[in-house]
Structure formats: structure tokens, C-alpha cells
């Protein structure tokens, strides 16, 4: 092989290895717009708020979320008792 045809050798390699990046980062730009509206989706469906927080008893079936319910309906009680207290000891 001589010098100018490795000299064309690599110059084609170059524009097919520059061909290639540009398809990479073609690739890559799509995939950040999909997860941008995957991300929209996800918050629009499971009620992002504006802190980022989750309501994650969305994502249960109706089964799940009563059993939920039924789990922590004792800490939901235990928890008016004590601030009823709270409250009451505050006025004497």
C-alpha cells in the first residue's frame, strides 16, 4: 500500500468514524427527548408535585390500597389520640 493510499485509507476512516459520532449523538439526543416525555408522562399520571415528591398509593389496585388503609388505620388513630393529648395538656 502506498502512502496515498493509506493516507485516503484513514481519511475515509475518519469521516465514516466522524459519520458514526454523529449518529451516536443523534441517537443520544433522541433518547434524552424520550426520557424527558417519559418523565412528563410519569409525573402527569402519578401526580408529581412541585417538590418532586411521589403520591405512590396511586400506583396500587384498589385491593392493595384498601389493604394499605386497613394496615394503617391503628397509626392513624394512635396518632389523634396523641395530639389530642398534645392539645389538651396545652391548656390548663
Request: charged share 40%.
Amino acid at each position: 500500500m502506498t502512502k496515498k493510499d493509506a493516507s485516503h485509507a484513514l481519511e475515509d476512516g475518519d469521516d465514516d468514524a466522524s459519520n458514526e459520532e454523529d449518529e451516536v449523538m443523534e441517537d443520544v439526543e433522541e433518547l434524552n427527548a424520550d426520557i424527558a416525555d417519559y418523565s412528563t408522562e410519569d409525573n402527569a399520571l402519578l401526580g408529581d408535585d412541585d417538590e418532586g415528591w411521589i403520591n405512590e398509593v396511586n400506583l396500587l389496585s384498589d385491593h392493595e390500597r384498601k389493604r394499605l388503609q386497613r394496615d394503617i388505620r391503628p397509626v392513624k388513630l394512635v396518632l389523634v389520640k396523641v395530639s389530642q393529648k398534645k392539645h389538651n395538656t396545652h391548656h390548663w
